[in-house]
């Protein structure tokens, strides 16, 4: 098959994306001169918006590729969590897993941003309010809960870890419990502690939480192939991915080989932000699709050339992914 030949095959693929969930803030200003308070420059406010972020990326982005994505995560009872809430229904993204904790704020990360006329727009400082802690027994429960009752109706379970609680040892118990049972694929893409999701079907990292997990460089072909190697036997799990940037990525199969899926294009990098989002959803649809691991990694690097031409916490649109196919 032709990588295209798998796109209509995306339709109506069920994946419940687990984790964190953020609301990403954009608060943009036109530089206009410097403070005379610090040497920081003074921004004239232009706008204000608020896109889905964390865990809600690749749901959002399952949803614009013709699949159906159940969110499940926590958010608080609080105007953060309604907007959330209301901009994932926008994007046809199934909320009724969102549990409601008022105890816990919702996470936002809000980006101060200078515009100019002639200038991309830079990011001058990030504010992060986010609650690390576990999350409370009874809400775990509802996520354990509602996670046993969405598997046998899905395809495949998309961890999105983000390191924030939602995504606990209890939770990853019962997905792994559930999912062997009604035999889903289990993909995972984590910048937490890689020894949590041992069993599961796919791990995808980038190379600097590899390097991290590891405690060493990765810069050889060869590098990247004991990496792999050791991690698929460590965790025993099918598959491992790791992504390099503009170097596309490393993979191991199931059977053990290593390949390397250079990106399809060189393209102009303008915001990496959802970059690895746009990777893990692409290739979960796509091995959804039947397609073998390596065809699917190409059609994830195919999508993350696209998304990081975009500004901000981006999503890929089917039509884009068909042209950006087309080009190589």
Known sequence: MQLADYLPLFADKKVVVVGDLYLDEYIIGKPSRISREAPIAV?????????????????????????????LGVVGHDQGGRQLSEMLLARGVDVTGLVVDPARPTTTKTRIVARGELVYPQHVARIDRVDRSPLSEPVEQA????????????????FSDYKCGVVSEAVIAAALEAAHTAGKLIMVDSQGDLNKF????????????????????????????????????????????????????????????????????????????????TVIAVLTLALLAGAPILDAAHLANCAAQVVVRK????TIQLDELQKELEKI
């Open 198 to 277: 041992k069993g599961t079907t796919l791990v995808k990292c980038n190379q600097q939480e590899a390097e991290h997990f590891l405690r060493r460089p990765l810069r050889s072909e060869e590098d990247y192939a004991t990496a792999l190697q050791f991690l698929k036997e460590d965790l025993a799990v099918t598959s491992v991915i790791i992504t390099r940037g503009g170097e596309g990525m490393s993979i191991l199969d199931l059977n053990g080989d290593y390949y390397h899926a250079p990106a399809t294009t060189r393209s102009e990098v303008f915001d990496v932000t959802g970059a690895g989002d």
């Open 43 to 71: 921004l004239e406010f232009r706008e204000q918006h608020s896109v889905p972020g964390g865990a809600t990326a690749p749901a959002c982005n399952i949803s614009a590729l013709g699949g159906r994505a159940y969110q």
């Open 143 to 158: 996520v354990i809960t509602y996670l046993r009752w969405v598997v046998p109706q899905v395809d495949a379970i998309l």
């Open 311 to 314: 500004y901000g916490n981006a």
